[in-house]
């Protein structure tokens, strides 16, 4: 097909005729919305881009209860298991602030809590009213859950225990 045919074909579509490989003997065309084209393009980029790690974030208290502490610990593997980076922040209140070496030993615990599943990109480092430590996830192949929720077993069937007594 010739390039003035080609182009009158485009046209009476209302699409755009577009060079695909302009080095091949003879070049090769195709008939498409360019607009379009260009969008698709565009969102692929969007979501190689987006497939970065997200920020995570989570606050302690100094005198935190030790279940709290746990799930908190929970929610924090969850998000390094997924590859997103956890930002951990201890905040003080009132007095609590002139004990910062329970604050520390606190971040110290949860660092080597979560140490099989991420590594301190930032370390415990004290900012105004708060202790603040960046934690970003291992290799998926390296990473191993420590704290993960316990599972719920079922209870024994029934029906096989009415069945014994007959």
Avoid at 81 to 93: A, C, E, I, S, T
Avoid at 135 to 145: G, Y
């Amino acid at each position: 097909m010739k390039l003035q045919d080609a182009l009158r074909r485009a046209q009476a579509l209302g699409l755009d005729l577009v060079e695909v490989a302009p080095n091949a003997n003879p070049p090769v065309c195709k008939i498409i919305d360019f607009g379009k084209y260009r969008y698709d393009l565009s969102k692929q980029d969007k979501d190689r881009k987006g497939t970065g790690s997200k920020l995570k974030e989570i606050k302690f208290r100094v005198n935190i209860d030790p279940h709290d502490y746990m799930i908190k610990v929970r929610h924090a593997e969850e998000f390094l298991d997924k590859g997103n980076k956890v930002k951990v922040h201890l905040q003080f209140r009132g007095r609590e602030l002139s004990h910062k070496e329970l604050g520390f030993q606190l971040m110290q615990r949860l660092k080597e809590d979560l140490s099989s599943m991420g590594q301190a990109e930032m370390e415990p480092k004290l900012m105004g009213k708060s202790i603040g430590m960046t934690i970003s996830p291992l290799p998926a192949n390296k990473r191993k859950r420590r704290f993960a929720p316990p599972t719920e077993e079922l209870p024994p069937d029934e029906a096989d225990d009415d069945d014994s007594e007959e």
